[in-house]
């Protein structure tokens, strides 16, 4: 069964820098690219950044390129989000996602909040 677990949200000041974890089970991790979803409130779920199943490559939404990085370390079985020089309006709830075989697996999100 596959299981996704983040953590690593909170209240973080502006400015700041935040790095989230995804612990997978359930499935052969290095063998399935990663993402990192965000939903603040009241918009839809959009997609933050993507990496290949080794590590080697990974894609950013226009709105965090720049100040957030994502890799994974396949020992481990986990995803890691960083974004640096946080703005309010990346108050959100993060998920961590990944699709085998056509079918989309969530994790259960955790919260991030920037404020001063």
């Known amino acids: 069964q596959v299981h996704l677990v983040e953590s690593g949200g909170g209240l973080l000041q502006p400015g700041g820098s935040l790095r989230l974890s995804c612990a997978a089970s359930g499935f052969t991790f290095n063998m399935y690219a990663m993402s990192w979803y965000r939903q603040a409130p009241g918009k839809e779920r959009e997609l933050v950044a993507t990496i290949n199943y080794n590590g080697e490559s990974a894609n950013y939404a226009n709105s965090v390129a720049g100040r957030c990085t994502i890799s994974r370390d396949n020992t481990k079985n986990t995803v890691y989000l960083q974004i640096n020089s946080l703005k309010p309006e990346d108050t959100a709830v993060y998920y961590c996602?990944?699709?085998?075989?056509?079918?989309?697996?969530w994790g259960q999100g955790t919260q991030v909040t920037v404020s001063s």
């Open positions: 996602q990944v699709i085998i075989l056509l079918q989309t697996y």
